[in-house]
């Protein structure tokens, strides 16, 4: 049974920081690539990162510079460091595992964004 569990959302006011993590179990950690996307109210859900088995990563435009993606193999968990937030990073973000033709998700978790 796969499980993603995302924490660390919540409330924070503009300018500053967050850090999400989500903890695997039933995949193959280490040879899946994980991802981080968020929805937001009336919005499509969009890719924020996501980082491959071999450690590349890669980051949505709106993100670049204030958001790091990473990954611990041996905890079988990925994370999301979110600096310099804005209101417009508030959304429901969720955890994302890829291996082959097999996709998972998290059942996500609310960052909200004060001004």
């Known amino acids: 049974q796969v499980q993603l569990v995302e924490s660390g959302g919540g409330l924070m006011q503009a300018g500053g920081s967050l850090r999400l993590s989500c903890a695997a179990s039933g995949i193959t950690f280490s040879a899946s690539t994980m991802g981080w996307y968020r929805q937001a109210p009336g919005k499509q859900r969009e890719l924020v990162a996501d980082i491959s088995s071999g450690g590349r990563t890669n980051y949505a435009d709106s993100v670049k510079g204030r958001f790091t993606i990473s990954r611990d193999n041996a905890k079988d968990t990925v994370y999301l460091q979110m600096n310099s937030l804005k209101p417009d990073d508030t959304a429901v973000y969720y955890c994302?595992?890829?291996?082959?033709?097999?996709?998972?998700w998290g059942q996500g978790t609310q960052v909200t964004v004060s001004s």
């Open positions: 994302n595992a890829r291996r082959w033709y097999n996709i998972y």
